[in-house]
């Protein structure tokens, strides 16, 4: 694994090397392996030579742990300084794994056919995929899922800020959708939903999308999280309909129904309502009481008969 070369700026002289891994990350692996390295190499040979020490004499018991722990720690250094060149490789391992098979194959055919019978062969796998509907479609979907994941990743690396150590987020995952695709996304410590929320136009133009969602993939961890990347919408297309065979030819169409008379006003005095008189409580109907008069020819003070009782009406 080289060194990555800092970028030069523009117009500058080219140093003929290409940056594969970034500096700052180079050297973050590089400190985490000598950590890493330290810490196996002493847990381990400690616990080793503890074991060793009720077998053999603790001297021994020490030279022993010693050869234990250095290995141990020298293969977790390893892995450790390799992280990322693994996780690059993670990043293009269906690009490599798809070129190796076709490779493969095409090895396998010329040698075991001839010129003819190979080009025949290749014009049956590359053209009846491209012809046919469903198989083409299968194929650019799958594809565009290879392509949203690499144009993630440059998203991450060019505008996104990881953490200090230069780590990116790790694409996990990506499948197609029917208005797009969904990728599952691993943050490193640095990162949350909330900040790619800010920038979800940006991913939408990187991606060549139209819109791009992110929420969180589980409930138990933050740093899962899904992108949903939409490229077309599916609710405004045309669905034919078996209904309309079942309509038959006959059936009048709205023009041909007699319109009816619809109101636009209502004349009151044209609806007859009945008359309703209700009878006077205590008095029979149809009689007037006659009334008297006193000497001084004023009427006399109405009795406590003559007065409506108010809880008849109540």
């Not at 790790?170 to 939903?193: C, Q």
């Not at 045309?238 to 041909?256: E, G, K, Q, Y």
Request: proline share 8%; hydrophobic share 50%.
């Amino acid at each position: 694994m080289s060194k990555s070369s800092p970028r030069r700026p523009f117009g500058g002289k080219s140093t003929g090397t290409v940056t594969v891994i970034e500096a700052r990350v180079h050297r973050s692996s590089a400190r985490n392996a000598r950590l890493a390295f330290i810490l196996t190499a002493v847990i381990v040979g400690l616990l080793a030579a503890v074991v060793a020490a009720s077998y053999m004499h603790p001297i021994l018991a020490l030279i022993v742990g010693g050869l234990i722990g250095v290995p141990t720690g020298g293969i977790v250094w390893v892995l450790v300084r390799i992280w990322p060149v693994l996780r690059l490789l993670w990043w293009w391992l269906p690009e490599i794994g798809a070129t190796v098979l076709l490779g493969v194959g095409w090895t396998k055919l010329a040698n075991h056919t001839t010129g003819p019978v190979t080009a025949v062969v290749v014009a049956l796998v590359v053209g009846v995929p491209a012809a046919i509907p469903a198989s083409r479609r299968f194929v650019l979907a799958w594809g565009m899922c290879l392509f949203v994941r690499h144009r993630l990743r440059v998203c991450f690396a060019q505008f996104i800020i990881a953490n200090q150590s230069g780590s990116l987020p790790l694409i996990l995952w990506a499948r197609p959708t029917p208005v797009g695709e969904r990728v599952w996304v691993y943050l490193r410590p640095g990162l949350s939903a909330k900040d790619l929320e800010a920038r979800l136009d940006k991913i939408a133009v990187a991606c060549h999308a139209s819109t791009v969602l992110v929420e969180r993939a589980s409930e138990r961890t933050a740093a899962y999280v899904r992108f949903d990347i939409k490229r077309r919408e599916v609710l405004n297309a045309n669905v034919s309909s078996p209904l309309v065979d079942v309509i038959t030819t006959d059936t009048p169409t709205a023009t041909d129904r007699p319109s009816p008379a619809v109101p636009t006003a209502l004349d009151l005095p044209d609806v007859d309502a009945p008359t309703i008189t209700l009878p006077t409580q205590g008095k029979p109907a149809g009689r007037k009481p006659a009334t008297s008069t006193s000497a001084n020819g004023n009427k006399p003070a109405a009795s406590s008969a003559d007065v409506d009782d108010v809880s008849d009406w109540i």
